[in-house]
């Protein structure tokens, strides 16, 4: 493995860490505009939940009226995207930490194929949540057009 090839992983990794972050601060705002009352307030509910709680309350909010915003596939796809963000940013070290050698190399090479799918999924998703957003947003008169 090459140095610029580590360099690259994890500057990928980096990027994977960012757009879940984006991913999260989106959802957050989605949730708040979504819950009746002050949009500020409700915010600072969520401000301090994980990923995969913003997601699971977020999913409770959009199913108490029976009309959902997102899809049941939508919700699948969030819970999806905080799997894969959990594997980068918590898991990782432990499949390649303690291994050697041609063993740490082929699975190294594995994770940064991986991670280049990841990181191509992360990117566009990230925009099309923060369309949402402003879609959302928008919807529930918390940004004017």
Same mark, same amino acid.
């Given at each position: 493995m090459q140095s610029n090839d580590l360099k690259t992983f994890f500057q990928n990794?980096? $990027?994977? @860490?960012l757009y879940s972050q984006c991913i999260e601060c989106d959802l957050k705002k989605i949730y708040a505009g979504? @819950?009746?009352g002050d949009f500020q307030i409700n915010l600072g509910e969520v401000e301090e939940a994980t990923l995969g709680q913003t997601v699971s309350m977020l999913q409770a909010l959009d199913n108490e009226d029976n009309a959902p915003y997102f899809s049941a596939h939508d919700y699948d796809v969030l819970y999806a995207v905080n799997c894969r963000r959990n594997f980068w940013t918590h898991y990782l070290a432990r499949e390649i930490a303690y291994l050697s050698g041609q063993e740490q190399l082929k699975k190294f090479a594995? $994770? @940064?194929k991986d991670l280049e799918l990841d990181l191509e999924f992360f990117a566009g998703y990230r925009v099309f949540i923060e369309r949402v957003r402003f879609d959302v947003l928008k919807k529930y008169g918390v940004i004017k057009e």
């Amino acid at each position: 493995m090459q140095s610029n090839d580590l360099k690259t992983f994890f500057q990928n990794l980096g $990027l994977i @860490a960012l757009y879940s972050q984006c991913i999260e601060c989106d959802l957050k705002k989605i949730y708040a505009g979504m @819950a009746n009352g002050d949009f500020q307030i409700n915010l600072g509910e969520v401000e301090e939940a994980t990923l995969g709680q913003t997601v699971s309350m977020l999913q409770a909010l959009d199913n108490e009226d029976n009309a959902p915003y997102f899809s049941a596939h939508d919700y699948d796809v969030l819970y999806a995207v905080n799997c894969r963000r959990n594997f980068w940013t918590h898991y990782l070290a432990r499949e390649i930490a303690y291994l050697s050698g041609q063993e740490q190399l082929k699975k190294f090479a594995k $994770l @940064a194929k991986d991670l280049e799918l990841d990181l191509e999924f992360f990117a566009g998703y990230r925009v099309f949540i923060e369309r949402v957003r402003f879609d959302v947003l928008k919807k529930y008169g918390v940004i004017k057009e």
